[in-house]
């Protein structure tokens, strides 16, 4: 077997075949070449945050989670050892995780880990491509050949980290949304209306890295880059990222006018990574304007934000119910190069991808979960779609069939969840799923 890309996805896509006892060769071409995000030689690198969002199991990516560790998912395993705090989500320390999923999948029998780019795809043997949204250029290409298409594509922007000892403790304060119990993960810097005006007029006038020629922009809405947001109008932060909804600012008993989260990136709170705040503005810009938020002064980055290409196929032109290319059944397709958005989607896709790829080589049938499940909404919204306006998604409830008008309106998350566990349980016992 074949895997291409180290990646959530072709992590996840190489423990599911050595779990059945096939030889797997994954290639990763890190550190031979880097993408223009990645810095790190580890597989499993996380690149744009350390959180992979809420873990609350009657959320929609929370009832992922607790699907995934229902199916052994690698990914799930690594972040439960390397988490760190950050409230109701699940976050991770990356470096641990990396280093934590790379010695394993290095370790396991059967698996060999070959560092070098692939350019060419063998047809006659069965893959799975999971190359993820940088992929590079010469893979493009081939894949474009086989697909007889050009790509789609979005632009993705990556939040800036700061040091925690640079931020003025006397401007902020600690605390999570509506004081949890238990709460208290994230650092909050308040804004009154006059600073906020202030950052706001400064954001719209801000310098911004320019796009090449040859593309035009395509944001993914649930990673806007903050500027691009700001152009919607002066109360699109307040209402977005920016929202001082339950949170009280001790110091005055009064909600602030707007809040700029950061949340830990790491076990030993020594990094804070502005929620949110994905950019594409120059790093010059960036250094004088979210100086502007309090607190955050004297900031010292040590990542600025930016922005890059992601590239993903047109699933519901493409890919069947098993994430095969429709013209060519012996390579599958993992992650987010499938037309799935985030991290915890991503490795979701190379469970499901590694699974049947193990089924077509031993003769067994092919499997799909019920589209009731996170996992089986997501499938269906990649083949079922509709190819012209496809875009990528994140898992939500909207993409499953809905609860019964009988089921209130504040209590359909629940039933969404609990719906979801019992239909992948029966399903897992009637295919024979080796967990």
């Given at each position: 077997?074949?895997v291409?890309?180290g990646?959530?996805a072709?992590?996840?896509?190489?423990?599911?075949?050595?779990r059945y006892?096939?030889?797997v060769?994954?290639?990763e071409?890190?550190?031979?070449?880097?993408?223009?995000a990645?810095?790190?030689?580890?597989?499993?690198?996380?690149?744009?945050?350390n959180?992979l969002?809420s873990d609350?199991?009657?959320?929609?990516v929370?009832?992922l989670?607790?699907?995934?560790?229902?199916?052994?998912?690698?990914?799930?395993e690594?972040?439960a050892?390397t988490?760190?705090?950050?409230?109701r989500?699940?976050a991770?320390?990356?470096?641990r995780?990396?280093?934590?999923?790379?010695?394993?999948?290095?370790?396991?029998?059967?698996v060999?880990v070959?560092?070098?780019?692939?350019?060419?795809?063998?047809?006659?043997?069965?893959?799975?491509?999971?190359?993820?949204?940088?992929?590079?250029?010469?893979m493009?290409?081939t894949?474009?050949?086989?697909v007889?298409?050009?790509?789609l594509y979005?632009?993705?922007?990556?939040?800036?980290?700061?040091?925690a000892e640079?931020?003025?403790?006397?401007?902020?304060?600690?605390?999570s949304?509506?004081?949890?119990?238990?709460?208290?993960d994230?650092?909050?810097c308040?804004?009154?209306?006059?600073?906020y005006?202030r950052?706001?007029?400064a954001?719209l006038e801000?310098e911004k890295?320019a796009?090449?020629?040859?593309?035009?922009?395509r944001?993914?809405?649930?990673?806007?880059?903050?500027e691009v947001?700001?152009?919607?109008?002066?109360q699109?932060?307040?209402?977005?990222p920016?929202?001082?909804?339950?949170?009280?600012?001790p110091?005055?008993?009064?909600?602030?006018?707007?809040?700029?989260?950061?949340?830990?990136?790491?076990?030993?709170?020594t990094l804070y990574?502005m929620?949110g705040?994905?950019?594409?503005?120059k790093?010059?810009?960036?250094?004088?304007?979210?100086?502007?938020?309090?607190g955050?002064?004297?900031?010292e980055?040590?990542?600025?934000?930016?922005i890059?290409r992601?590239?993903?196929?047109?699933?519901?032109?493409?890919?069947n119910r098993?994430?095969?290319l429709?013209?060519?059944?012996?390579?599958?397709?993992?992650g987010q190069?499938?037309?799935?958005e985030?991290?915890?989607?991503?490795?979701?896709m190379?469970?499901l991808?590694?699974e049947n790829?193990?089924?077509?080589?031993?003769?067994?049938p092919?499997?799909n979960?019920p589209?009731?499940t996170a996992?089986?909404a997501?499938?269906?919204h990649?083949?079922?779609?509709?190819?012209?306006?496809?875009?990528p998604?994140?898992v939500?409830?909207?993409?499953?069939?809905?609860?019964?008008?009988?089921?209130?309106?504040?209590?359909?998350?629940?039933f969404?969840?609990e719906r979801?566990?019992?239909?992948?349980e029966?399903?897992?016992n009637e295919?024979d799923?080796?967990?």
């Amino acid at each position: 077997m074949t895997v291409i890309g180290g990646g959530l996805a072709g992590c996840e896509a190489v423990r599911r075949l050595a779990r059945y006892g096939l030889k797997v060769d994954l290639y990763e071409m890190k550190p031979v070449r880097f993408s223009p995000a990645h810095t790190s030689s580890h597989l499993a690198e996380l690149v744009c945050s350390n959180s992979l969002r809420s873990d609350d199991p009657t959320s929609a990516v929370g009832l992922l989670k607790e699907e995934m560790r229902r199916l052994g998912s690698l990914v799930m395993e690594a972040a439960a050892r390397t988490r760190v705090p950050a409230g109701r989500a699940l976050a991770v320390d990356r470096e641990r995780f990396a280093a934590w999923i790379t010695a394993l999948v290095e370790s396991l029998p059967g698996v060999r880990v070959i560092r070098r780019e692939m350019a060419e795809l063998n047809l006659a043997e069965t893959s799975v491509l999971a190359t993820g949204p940088l992929t590079s250029p010469a893979m493009s290409e081939t894949i474009s050949r086989l697909v007889g298409s050009e790509h789609l594509y979005f632009y993705d922007a990556i939040a800036p980290i700061v040091t925690a000892e640079s931020v003025d403790m006397t401007c902020v304060f600690v605390g999570s949304r509506y004081e949890d119990p238990g709460q208290g993960d994230y650092l909050n810097c308040p804004m009154t209306k006059e600073e906020y005006q202030r950052f706001y007029q400064a954001l719209l006038e801000g310098e911004k890295v320019a796009g090449r020629d040859f593309e035009q922009p395509r944001f993914f809405e649930g990673c806007l880059p903050i500027e691009v947001m700001a152009e919607r109008g002066p109360q699109t932060l307040v209402f977005g990222p920016l929202k001082p909804v339950g949170l009280v600012d001790p110091r005055t008993g009064r909600r602030p006018y707007a809040v700029v989260q950061l949340r830990k990136e790491n076990n030993a709170g020594t990094l804070y990574n502005m929620v949110g705040f994905q950019t594409r503005l120059k790093r010059p810009a960036q250094d004088r304007i979210f100086r502007l938020i309090p607190g955050l002064e004297q900031a010292e980055f040590v990542r600025y934000g930016s922005i890059h290409r992601n590239t993903f196929i047109n699933g519901p032109a493409h890919l069947n119910r098993f994430l095969q290319l429709r013209r060519f059944p012996s390579l599958f397709l993992a992650g987010q190069i499938t037309g799935v958005e985030g991290y915890v989607e991503s490795a979701a896709m190379g469970l499901l991808a590694g699974e049947n790829a193990a089924r077509l080589v031993q003769g067994r049938p092919l499997v799909n979960p019920p589209s009731t499940t996170a996992h089986g909404a997501l499938v269906s919204h990649l083949i079922d779609s509709t190819p012209k306006n496809f875009q990528p998604m994140n898992v939500n409830f909207g993409l499953m069939p809905p609860a019964p008008k009988s089921v209130p309106k504040k209590h359909r998350p629940g039933f969404y969840a609990e719906r979801a566990l019992a239909d992948l349980e029966a399903w897992l016992n009637e295919v024979d799923y080796e967990r």
